[in-house]
């Protein structure tokens, strides 16, 4: 891939434009994200998203690819390297007890730096 394609592609995922809703539960983590753009691939990178929810995946893929100039390969592999950072941070938490701490059905709020994207 050109060097040019790749800087505009990161200038175009950095004025990614925010969606509702910036903390997710995942797991243990209520999740605090340093960015939309890591968010919106996380969530189209769901293994099996709820079928009643497919149509607005599919848009939000679509709106991804067209506001980035990513691929759909692309952007589903930064969303599965977001995902594997939030597996291993809970992992981490998890056996180093803070997790154990927790009362039932408290999150521990877990503030995600924005991933390198990896094109």
Not at 58 to 76: H, I, K, Q
Not at 84 to 96: C, K
Not at 98 to 118: E, F, I, S
């Amino acid at each position: 891939m050109p060097a040019i394609l790749s800087v505009q592609k990161h200038r175009r995922v950095a004025t990614f434009a925010s969606r509702p809703a910036l903390a997710t539960v995942v797991g243990r983590l209520e999740v605090h994200w340093g960015n939309a753009f890591d968010r919106a691939c996380f969530l189209v990178a769901a293994p099996a998203p709820n079928p009643r929810h497919r149509p607005a995946y599919a848009r939000l893929l679509r709106d991804l690819g067209n506001e980035t100039g990513c691929t759909v390969a692309e952007l589903l592999a930064h969303g599965r390297k977001v995902r594997g950072l939030l597996f291993f941070a809970q992992e981490n938490l998890a056996r180093s007890g803070a997790l154990a701490t927790l009362n039932p059905g408290h999150k521990w709020v877990y503030q995600l730096p924005p991933a390198t994207p990896v094109f």
